[in-house]
Nanobody
Framework: QVQLVESGGGLVQAGGSLRLSCAAS????????MGWYRQAPGKERELVAA???????NYADSVKGRSTISRDNAKNTVYLQMNSLKPEDTAVYYC???????????WGQGTQVTVSS
């Protein structure tokens, strides 16, 4: 199994910044596509950002230009830097690892992000 532990969430004012971290267990981190998802009350879980094993990234339109996903394979860690936070960013943020051959996703427990207006 892959274990994922998120950290870095909290309460921030609108316009502030947070850096979320996700620490992964196991020796195969470098082969996984990693992603950050979020889920607000009453809404579906949605992709925020993803980064492939080769370093390619993609972002949800709602966070483009103010969020950056990165990874440090030596530390088995993926990060999400979020700037210019908005109340609409309030959600539980989940880290996910995608294993290939066969494909399968593993999820962390989540970390709460709350942005006050």
């Amino acid at each position: 199994q892959v274990q994922l532990v998120e950290s870095g969430g909290g309460l921030v004012q609108a316009g502030g910044s947070l850096r979320l971290s996700c620490a992964a267990s196991g020796p195969y981190f470098g082969s996984y596509t990693m992603g950050w998802y979020r889920q607000a009350p009453g809404k579906e879980r949605e992709l925020v950002a993803a980064i492939s094993s080769g370093g390619s990234t993609n972002y949800a339109d709602s966070v483009k230009g103010r969020s950056t996903i990165s990874r440090d394979n030596a530390k088995n860690t993926v990060y999400l830097q979020m700037n210019s936070l908005k109340p609409e960013d309030t959600a539980v943020y989940y880290c996910a690892a995608e294993r290939r051959l066969p494909t399968r996703k593993f999820w962390g427990q989540g970390t709460q992000v709350t942005v006050s207006s």
